[in-house]
């Protein structure tokens, strides 16, 4: 069985060499929809796959990171990423250009090493993640499953390369939240939230 779980944000991005010049040579914005599908053959002891309640502590808080941020890609000018770091405090860097489809697969990545460091509670079982699917436009989207991911064909990403600025850590409920991810501390995931 399938479960969706709907997030929103405004992020502002270049998507370099892109084929239209508003795209790659203009920052924009996007009203994104972000789309966390799960899988599982069983249900929990609430005979539900997994509770979305849950959802809204480190998901939701890793997704909202890039809310009212900018998204950079660590190989784009390091002047261009320098001017915006330096008068935008809501940024978050990321090995591969932030296009949806990049997009999509950094977020299945985070979304992955969350459920990997979270204990099940509630007799959830062999819950997976099964896509991430990134709305950039009302018109089109794109949708990431785990090969993709993990794909090198389209640029690895390291975890540890994906980056944070401090304005974007001090609005987490623990400014070393990622930090933790990365170390994969294991995190509680309490039955009632
Ligand atoms: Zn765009």
Not at 56 to 82: G, N, V
Not at 100 to 114: D, G, H, M, N
Not at 124 to 141: A, F, P
Not at 180 to 192: G, H, V
């Amino acid at each position: 069985m399938l479960i969706r779980k709907l997030f929103k944000f405004e992020n502002a991005h270049i998507v370099r060499d892109c084929t239209t010049q508003r795209c790659s040579e203009n920052i924009h914005g996007h009203s994104y929809k972000i789309e966390v599908l799960l899988e599982s053959n069983y249900l929990d002891d609430g005979q539900m796959v997994y509770d979305f309640g849950l959802t809204k502590r480190s998901i939701k808080e890793m997704i909202d990171s890039f809310d009212h941020a900018i998204t950079l890609w660590s190989k784009d000018d390091p002047q261009y990423i320098h001017a915006m770091k330096q008068y935008s405090n809501r940024w978050v860097e990321l090995p591969v250009s932030p296009s949806a489809e990049q997009f999509s697969r950094v977020i299945y990545l985070i979304v992955e090493r969350i459920l990997a460091c979270t204990d099940m509670q509630n007799g959830e079982r062999e819950v997976t993640l099964h896509s991430i699917i990134v709305h950039e436009t009302e018109t089109g989207y794109a949708q990431g499953f785990k090969e993709d991911a993990h794909s090198k064909l389209m640029g690895e990403i390291k975890l540890e390369d994906i980056k944070f600025s401090n304005q974007v850590k001090s609005e987490w409920s623990d400014s070393t939240l990622w930090q933790k991810f990365l170390d994969k501390e294991r995190l509680e995931n309490p039955k009632k939230v």
